[in-house]
């Protein structure tokens, strides 16, 4: 099946166990795109954004690199790149080609602010695509925080006060 677009980017801290909402958009960038360039947010990068208790990166950087091959997409079809920062500096590199921006409904505004910056550089700005942030049980959003805190697990389920 030919996709919409060649080459295509997404990031996130991606902390494991990978939930529901990860996979959703996973997915929907291999669908959308032959190739995506996979931004993992450093543990400096985490940090910053005030992510406390993430697993290290190269944990969390192999638990992605399992999901990929669980959901059949080859390696040659991505290559995963350090984040320090909202966007790696592949989206600003006119030699990789590439064409759109993966992101949740809460990252959109990062999006709008890479196309910014890739206008001020002279460069068409990214397709954005928009996946809907996967809901819990209770209506809300499931995210790694959530589930750290022991209110969801990674399908959405809402555990009781004991975490079960």
């Known amino acids: 099946m030919k996709k919409r677009f060649r080459t295509a980017c997404f990031g996130g801290t991606f902390d494991i166990p990978l939930h529901k909402g990860h996979a959703v958009l996973i997915r929907k960038a291999f669908d959308a795109a032959e190739f995506c360039y996979i931004g993992v947010a450093t543990d400096d990068y985490a940090w910053r954004k005030g992510k406390r208790g993430v697993r290290a990166f190269g944990e969390r950087k192999a638990s992605l690199v399992k999901f990929l091959a669980s959901i059949k997409v080859g390696k040659k079809r991505y290559e995963i790149t350090n984040l320090d ?80």
């Not at 920062?85 to 809460?106: H, M, R, T, Y």
């Not at 550089?121 to 790694?144: C, F, H, N, T």
């Open 85 to 164: 920062n909202f966007f790696s500096p592949e989206v600003l590199d006119p030699k990789k080609g590439i064409e759109a921006i993966v992101v949740s409904e809460k990252t959109l505004p990062g999006a709008r602010g890479i196309n910014l910056i890739r206008e001020d550089y002279g460069l068409k700005p990214l397709e954005v695509v928009e996946v809907a942030m996967v809901k819990a049980r209770d209506d809300q959003p499931i995210s790694s925080t959530r589930i750290r805190a022991k209110e969801i697990d990674g399908d959405g389920k809402v555990l009781g006060k004991s975490g079960k």
